[in-house]
């Protein structure tokens, strides 16, 4: 056996993959494709401008769900 068996429990595999899993070096954009470095795991988009595209784009496809999924109501004027 090796004697690097002995600082196996010293050392948390799991919880290290996760943590380096969690937060990526690089990450592409999926608005633009470009490459970043995200800050956090929640971080999909290279910049704020593709946040908002990324944010318009998934509002405008619930929207689009929405209108499909509900029968078309025409509005009332009281
Ligand atoms: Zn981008």
């Known amino acids: ?3 690097f068996n002995q600082y196996d429990h010293l050392i948390d595999f799991d919880t290290l993959q996760l ?4 937060t990526p070096k690089t990450r592409v954009c999926k608005v633009c494709g ?3 470095k995200p800050n956090d795991n929640k971080h999909l988009s290279c910049s704020h401008r593709c946040t908002q ?3 318009l784009a998934r509002r405008k496809a ?3 769900q929405e209108a499909e ?3 078309p109501v025409t509005p009332v004027n009281e």
């Open 1 to 3: 056996m090796s004697d």
């Open 19 to 22: 943590k380096y899993a969690a």
């Open 34 to 36: 470009t490459v970043f």
């Open 53 to 55: 595209r990324l944010y």
């Open 62 to 64: 619930r929207e689009l």
């Open 69 to 71: 999924q509900t029968t």
